[in-house]
């Protein structure tokens, strides 16, 4: 069973669920992460 991530309205990206399908809201997650990962990637040098 899928959580009701719903309840959880104070937060940006569970907010971002109530106005989108399921499908969109995960995509829209995915690619945050994956830009937090390319920055990452691009900044690993500099992280000691």
Do not use: P
């Not at 899928?2 to 309840?7: G, L």
Request: no cysteine.
């Amino acid at each position: 069973m899928a959580r009701d991530f719903t309840k959880y309205t104070e937060d940006n990206y569970f907010f971002e669920f109530e106005k989108s399908s399921q499908e969109e809201f995960v995509n829209k997650l995915l690619n945050k992460l994956r830009t937090i990962e390319v920055l990452l990637n691009n900044n690993s040098h500099t992280i000691v």
